[in-house]
């Protein structure tokens, strides 16, 4: 497995600086509000292990499962598969992704949550990948940025592949061209 990465990005040591600080950036920001964190399933699975790790008040987790992207080409429109099983109405809710690459994804959870009357809704990915995005966004919690490659690792895979190798990588291009 660890032959297909072309290149080491994210080392392990970074990822957990980059949980740290935003831990408790959300730890200052959210004290006393009970905030609903909802991960998206299932690229942000270590990732939000990690998070909440760091962030010292009381939150509470839910999850969603959403899809855009086959392969590595994104389909520009996102299904829910799995909802969430918390009523977000008057909740403070933080949506944590993998990464934003597009912008579509973040965008039209964010919409579904403020239509659901959420009382806020904020966003939190761990890589920020460098491109134009199709939705502009301003996300609130950024843990560091990637390239216009495809990256795997963390939480990231290539058709469910490669999820659990510790750091980030980009996965050689003979594997997917
Ligand atoms: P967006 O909707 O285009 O912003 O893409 C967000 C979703 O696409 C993320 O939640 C990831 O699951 C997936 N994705 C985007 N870029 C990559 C990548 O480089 N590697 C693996 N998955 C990616
Ligand atoms: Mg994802």
């Not at 598969?81 to 909740?91: R, S, T, Y």
């Amino acid at each position: 497995m660890q032959n297909d990465i072309a290149e080491v990005l994210i080392s392990e040591e970074k990822i957990t600086e980059c949980c740290k600080r935003l831990g408790k950036q959300i730890e200052n920001d959210y004290k006393d509000k009970n905030p609903i964190i909802i991960g998206l399933l299932k690229g942000c699975e270590p990732f939000m292990s990690d998070l909440i790790k760091n962030i010292n008040t009381y939150i509470r987790t839910d999850y969603m499962d959403c899809s855009s992207y086959h392969g590595t080409m994104s389909t520009g429109t996102v299904i829910i598969k799995k909802d969430v099983d918390e009523d977000v109405k008057d909740q403070d809710v933080i949506i944590v992704d993998d990464i934003i690459d597009t912008g579509v994804t973040l965008h039209d959870i964010v919409r579904v949550l403020k239509e659901r009357g959420a009382k806020s809704v904020k966003t939190c990915v761990l890589l920020s990948k460098d491109v134009k995005r199709k939705h502009e966004l301003n996300v609130d919690y950024v843990g560091t940025t990637v390239p216009n490659a495809f990256v795997v690792g963390y939480g990231l895979d290539f058709n469910e592949a490669y999820r659990n190798l510790p750091y980030i990588g980009v996965l050689k291009e003979e594997l997917y061209k």
